[in-house]
């Protein structure tokens, strides 16, 4: 089930962030994601439209949408593959016309998904606070 998050929630969203972050950017530093922990979740999560994918009663993904932004998408690592995030990604497709995100160069995976699900890259440009490539990518409701 997919639905908005809780208040309660914030603490495992950020758990599961971090987790997740620290595996799938290993070219990262794991200290820059701890540095950043604190303002995930005072500031980040708080003022995003945040919506968790729940099972057995926990956090088991999220996306993160910032008018229509993607900010923010990471599926726990036990549960990768199994077709959640292609989930929350037609959940926020259903109520954006369109949508942009970023992404590491180096994170292929992440990248080969977002082509899969109809992204394609606009530009590369590097990140000031890592020094890393990212590319902005977007997808656009098909018009008819």
């Not at 620290?22 to 919506?51: C, G, R």
């Not at 088991?60 to 998408?73: E, K, P, Q, R, T």
């Not at 989930?87 to 180096?106: A, E, G, H």
Request: net charge negative; charged share 20%; hydrophobic share 40%.
């Amino acid at each position: 089930m997919i639905r908005k998050l809780q208040p309660t929630e914030i603490d495992e969203t950020v758990a599961l962030w971090y987790a997740v972050s620290v595996k799938a950017h290993d070219f990262i530093a794991a200290e820059y994601w701890e540095a950043n922990k604190a303002e995930m979740a005072q500031t980040y999560l708080p003022n995003s439209d945040t919506y968790v994918f729940i099972e057995n009663n926990t956090v088991g993904g999220f996306v993160s949408m910032v008018d229509s932004f993607l900010a923010a998408i990471f599926v726990a690592t036990n549960l990768q593959g199994k077709g959640i995030g292609k989930q929350l990604i037609d959940f926020v497709k259903q109520q954006y016309p369109s949508i942009q995100l970023k992404v590491y160069k180096k994170n292929g995976p992440s990248i080969l998904f977002y082509q899969k699900q109809g992204f394609v890259l606009l530009e590369e440009q590097t990140e000031v606070t890592t020094g890393e490539t990212e590319c902005l990518m977007q997808w656009q409701y098909p018009m008819q």
